[in-house]
């Protein structure tokens, strides 16, 4: 039996994803071909919530819950989000990976504005490309705080084959007993590769599957990495075993982890935009004495954008100068991940990518979604303390 775990990231506690929202539907012509419409009503609250182990404790909730309720559509469905802030400050959602029209993208200030107490905010776009993503609060630290959620957007037409799917919040994701296949990175397809731990940074998602061949009660663990990861702890027991305390899995250096390095496009990449690209170097910095982070030594707002042109290759040149990691986002485009070792064609789509301590890590992304895009560190305290900038378009 195959068992598929979609693994995505929030930032610090982990736990199972919720159940589904019921949807509304009605349906919308675009152009000649009539699409099916998906309405979900989001209500923005605080509420009293238990994640399964300790006390209850009070969340800022989408639906009074957290994680939020899982948004499952078909590729080409039209998703609607009705969003009603009963919150005590304004709010929007962002809808992570998913390179949508700018106006929809959900970050206060640079897309819309805020979604102010009392207010009502509509959502709406189309649900492309097929993979997993996650819908999240983009104002202050509001993601932290429970304004999140799963957001699963299903292949028009499958492609693989599992008895058992689950949407669950990790950093260092180990099975006991088992090694996990890793599919999907970001929601793009990869050329399936084994890996006994699997590394998720901060806005990452990554598709696993499982073969289920080996009976016991073992558990589905996260490593704790000093920011309470280490409290997931999903037990999973074979019919028929009577073990009642699970094995829990042995992290240690000898174990495979399988990066970036190690991931090739599942299919050819086509080769678009201009031949030589428009770079920019991105010197991530900062901590240490300091309590502001940068990108090339300017703290944001105060940051120059990156201005780009429609059609545009673009090549972002990241050297992490810091003693931390930092996932780097961009908003509103899937980058490829450059890796001398491969043909470009073979090069990873992502939208968000570790930078290691000391690291250098380049990437290119077309210039061919038209807007103001969001770019910064996934990591939400690095990110208020100003390591971000902006993608521009002109002409």
């Given at each position: 039996?195959?068992?598929?775990?979609?693994?995505f990231?929030?930032?610090?506690?982990?736990?199972?994803m919720?159940?589904g929202?019921?949807?509304?539907?009605?349906?919308?012509a675009?152009?000649?071909e009539?699409?099916?419409?998906?309405?979900?009503?989001?209500?923005a609250?605080?509420?009293?919530?238990?994640?399964?182990?300790?006390?209850?404790?009070?969340?800022?909730?989408?639906?009074?819950?957290?994680?939020?309720?899982?948004?499952?559509?078909?590729?080409?469905?039209?998703?609607?989000?009705?969003l009603?802030?009963?919150?005590?400050?304004?709010?929007?959602?962002?809808?992570?990976g998913?390179?949508?029209?700018?106006?929809?993208?959900?970050v206060?200030?640079?897309?819309?504005?805020?979604?102010?107490?009392?207010?009502?905010?509509?959502?709406?776009?189309?649900?492309?490309?097929?993979?997993?993503?996650?819908?999240?609060?983009?104002?202050?630290?509001?993601?932290?705080?429970?304004?999140?959620?799963?957001?699963?957007?299903?292949p028009?037409?499958?492609?693989?084959?599992?008895?058992?799917?689950y949407?669950?919040?990790?950093?260092?994701?180990?099975?006991?007993?088992?090694?996990?296949?890793?599919?999907?990175?970001?929601?793009?397809?990869?050329?399936?590769?084994e890996?006994?731990?699997?590394r998720?940074?901060?806005?990452?998602?990554y598709?696993?599957?499982?073969?289920?061949?080996?009976?016991g009660?073992?558990?589905?663990?996260?490593?704790?990495e000093?920011?309470g990861?280490?409290?997931?702890?999903?037990?999973?027991?074979?019919?028929?075993?009577?073990?009642?305390?699970?094995?829990?899995?042995s992290?240690?250096?000898?174990?495979?982890?399988?990066?970036?390095?190690?991931?090739?496009?599942?299919?050819?990449v086509?080769?678009?935009?201009?031949?030589?690209?428009?770079?920019?170097?991105?010197?991530?910095?900062?901590g240490?004495?300091?309590?502001?982070?940068?990108?090339?030594?300017q703290?944001?707002p105060?940051?120059?954008?990156?201005?780009?042109?429609?059609?545009?290759r673009?090549r972002?040149?990241?050297?992490?100068?810091?003693?931390?990691?930092?996932?780097?986002?961009?908003?509103?485009h899937?980058?490829?991940?450059?890796?001398?070792?491969?043909p470009?064609?073979?090069w990873?789509?992502?939208?968000?990518?570790?930078?290691?301590?000391?690291?250098?890590?380049?990437?290119?992304?077309?210039?061919?979604?038209?807007?103001?895009?969001?770019?910064?560190?996934?990591?939400?305290?690095?990110?208020?303390?100003?390591?971000?900038?902006v993608?521009?378009?002109?002409?």
């Amino acid at each position: 039996m195959k068992v598929s775990r979609r693994a995505f990231l929030k930032t610090s506690a982990a736990t199972l994803m919720g159940a589904g929202l019921p949807g509304y539907f009605s349906s919308i012509a675009i152009g000649k071909e009539k699409k099916s419409i998906k309405e979900f009503r989001f209500s923005a609250s605080t509420a009293r919530v238990n994640l399964g182990a300790g006390p209850d404790f009070v969340a800022w909730t989408y639906n009074g819950q957290v994680p939020g309720p899982e948004i499952r559509v078909k590729e080409g469905e039209i998703i609607r989000v009705v969003l009603k802030n009963y919150l005590s400050q304004g709010t929007t959602i962002h809808w992570h990976g998913i390179p949508i029209a700018n106006a929809m993208d959900g970050v206060p200030g640079i897309t819309q504005k805020i979604v102010k107490p009392g207010e009502t905010f509509v959502y709406e776009f189309e649900a492309k490309p097929a993979g997993t993503f996650i819908y999240h609060s983009h104002a202050k630290y509001q993601l932290d705080q429970g304004l999140y959620g799963p957001l699963i957007i299903e292949p028009a037409k499958s492609e693989e084959s599992y008895d058992r799917e689950y949407s669950l919040t990790i950093y260092y994701l180990q099975f006991a007993g088992h090694s996990l296949t890793i599919t999907h990175a970001d929601g793009n397809p990869i050329k399936p590769i084994e890996t006994d731990v699997l590394r998720i940074g901060m806005g990452e998602r990554y598709d696993v599957m499982c073969t289920a061949d080996n009976p016991g009660h073992w558990f589905l663990a996260a490593s704790e990495e000093g920011f309470g990861e280490g409290q997931l702890r999903v037990p999973i027991r074979y019919q028929g075993v009577q073990q009642k305390e699970p094995t829990m899995p042995s992290f240690h250096p000898r174990l495979h982890m399988a990066s970036y390095e190690n991931f090739q496009a599942l299919h050819p990449v086509e080769d678009r935009g201009t031949e030589r690209p428009r770079s920019y170097e991105q010197i991530l910095s900062g901590g240490m004495h300091s309590p502001l982070w940068s990108i090339n030594n300017q703290v944001y707002p105060d940051a120059d954008p990156l201005v780009v042109h429609n059609g545009e290759r673009v090549r972002l040149d990241y050297w992490n100068h810091s003693m931390m990691p930092h996932p780097m986002h961009l908003h509103g485009h899937f980058f490829r991940v450059v890796n001398p070792a491969l043909p470009r064609e073979r090069w990873i789509q992502k939208d968000t990518l570790i930078i290691d301590p000391m690291q250098r890590i380049d990437v290119e992304f077309i210039a061919d979604n038209p807007g103001k895009w969001f770019h910064h560190c996934h990591n939400l305290y690095h990110m208020e303390a100003g390591m971000a900038n902006v993608v521009v378009y002109q002409g």
